[in-house]
């Protein structure tokens, strides 16, 4: 009695996973190489197709040609035809002025030879015979020229020729390769790196929290290697990503890049500040006289449990600060977003918190001084 061996065999999941991996590659594989015979088959079949093609207009262009030729023969015929009818009637009339002078110098042999004609009578007679002959005036008659030419712009024929027919290979563009530049809180810039001339671009952006959905962007060309993207939203981290166009069709996307816009670096809200306060593309000022404080408010809403970073530099100080009066200032901070009017000053309300940059340390807006902070911010630079 024979007996079969069984043997079962316990693979584990990663063992699993990786023999499910090589099959999705041979897959893969087996699929792309499909694609690749029936792409080779196809470029035979065009290929054929092409040859008869151009074999068909080379036996209409010759048919044509050898037309256009005939058409030149008959048009010469038809031109020497011409000229020959035209001689022939100049013919016939110089014919007849040679039997005129013959006929003349006849008539007057004899009346020279002739002893019994009266002298005055053959006088009149013979001029009279001279000045009729003096009146043909053969050159008056058209000349003919014995010439016909084809004229044939050998150099214009052979550049048609050579004109005829171009070979398109339906080559897709490749796909960009691009860098990142000029990132600020609303644009960026693309440059790419193998433009070509007969290249459109493509980008499209995405944002972290919607990553598939892609828009396309509008793009400002500044010259044929960089294009900026506007219309972005600061502090956004966004994906990027682009591809060409040439005549036959779009190319293969670019890898994904990916970026985050700034934060403004001016973004102060005009509406909400002191009128003492001038806010400039580059600088806030304070102008007021005095030790006034006054305040300006930016126009971002701050939220928990979001963590926001400022950086203030001091350009310029035009008057140096009364160390008895504004030895807090300058004063940068928080306030409540209550829904009260904000008045002239940061100090309106008992419910801010600020860094007081004359003495370094933390401070609300009751002039409660906390603990030391950082390091003084006063003075310019």
């Known amino acids: 009695l024979e007996t079969q061996k069984i043997v079962r065999i316990v ?11 090589v099959d999705h590659k041979k897959e893969e594989v087996n699929q792309k190489l499909a694609d690749l015979l029936r792409t080779e088959n196809a470029l035979k079949q065009m290929a054929k197709s092409n040859e008869h093609a151009i074999d068909e207009i080379q036996q209409e262009l010759m048919t044509k ?7 030149l023969k008959a048009e010469s015929k038809q031109k020497a035809n011409e000229k020959q009818q035209r001689l022939a009637k100049q013919v016939e009339t110089m014919q007849n002025y040679k039997m005129q002078i013959a006929d003349a110098e006849q008539k007057m042999n004899q009346l020279l030879y002739d002893i019994s004609v009266d002298k005055t009578k053959r006088k009149n007679t013979i001029l009279a015979l001279s000045n009729n002959i003096s009146m043909i005036k053969p050159q008056e008659l058209n000349t003919i020229t014995p010439y016909i030419s084809v004229q044939i712009d050998q150099q214009q024929v052979f550049k048609y020729i050579a004109q005829i027919g171009v070979i398109d290979d339906f080559t897709l563009p490749p796909a960009p390769s691009m860098t990142l530049t000029g990132i600020e809180s609303d644009q960026v810039t693309v440059n790419y790196s193998n433009m070509q001339l007969e290249y459109e671009p493509s980008v499209e952006w995405n944002k972290e ?3 598939e959905d892609w828009t396309q962007a509008t793009l400002q060309t500044i010259d044929k290697n ?11 981290k966004y994906s990027l990503r682009s591809k060409f166009k040439n005549k036959f069709g779009f190319g293969k996307y670019s890898d994904i890049a990916v970026f985050t816009t700034k934060q403004p670096l001016h973004d102060w809200d005009p509406n909400c500040k002191a009128t003492e306060i001038t806010c400039t593309t580059d600088d806030i000022i304070h102008s007021s006289a005095g030790d006034a404080w006054r305040s300006i408010f930016g126009k971002e809403i ?10 203030l530099k001091i350009i310029e100080v035009t008057k140096q600060p009364n160390k008895r009066n504004n030895q807090y200032a300058p004063l940068v901070g928080v306030h ?24 370094a340390k933390l ?6 001084v906390g603990k030391a902070y950082g390091t003084k911010f006063r003075n310019k630079g």
């Not at 960089?226 to 956004?236: A, D, M, N, Y």
């Not at 009017?341 to 309106?348: D, H, I, L, Q, Y």
């Not at 401070?363 to 409660?368: C, P």
């Open 11 to 21: 693979i584990t999941e990663q063992e699993e996973m990786a023999r499910m991996s």
């Open 65 to 71: 040609i050898k037309a256009r030729m005939s058409e």
């Open 209 to 211: 929290d919607e990553k």
């Open 226 to 236: 960089k294009f900026i993207v506007s219309g972005l939203q600061p502090r956004t």
């Open 302 to 311: 701050c939220k928990s449990p979001y963590l926001y970073h400022w950086r």
């Open 336 to 359: 409540p977003n209550n829904g009260a009017e904000v008045k002239n000053t940061f100090f309106a309300y008992k419910s801010g918190y600020a860094f007081s940059g004359g003495q």
């Open 363 to 368: 401070i609300n807006t009751g002039v409660q």
